[in-house]
């Protein structure tokens, strides 16, 4: 009996295009995840392209920061959102997991790390990184 696999299409939204190269080789290594659509900003989007999931870097588009992550979640309420980002773990990912997105990750991240976040976060959980997991804690005990 064979199953078919049906991939979650990705939307990425990054600035620098290599960013969409990166992301497409890694989940060419997995059949769960496809990246079906790249912007460079988020004045291109509309409701009709319908992602599973999106990736954003969190400086890219016109619509700046925290506001872009709310923009989102309103156009693809059943998309979650992860950041895949420069921007330093320690002083963004809080404010991004508060604002909607459902995971954070830093650019440097191994194909493994991504991976377990795109699947963690499209089984409607909440990804971070160990070491975010660590500091998070660190903070309410």
Do not use: W
């Amino acid at each position: 009996m064979n199953k078919e696999i049906i991939s979650k299409r990705i939307l990425l939204i990054d600035d620098h295009p290599v960013c969409g190269c990166g992301l497409s080789r890694v989940t060419e290594t997995n059949d769960n995840f496809t990246l079906a659509y790249y912007a460079n900003t988020d004045a291109t989007l509309t409701e009709d392209i319908n992602p599973d999931i999106i990736v954003l870097e969190i400086s890219s588009g016109n619509n700046q920061g925290l506001a872009l992550i709310k923009g989102l979640r309103s156009l693809y309420p059943k998309a979650p959102v992860l950041i895949l980002s420069s921007q330093a773990e320690s002083v963004f990912a809080g404010r991004c997991l508060k604002a909607g997105a459902k995971g954070y990750v830093m650019k440097n991240a191994d194909e493994t790390e991504i991976l377990e976040a795109l699947k963690t976060i499209s089984n409607g959980k909440l990804y971070t990184s160990p070491s975010l997991k660590a500091q998070l804690l660190n903070q309410i005990s």
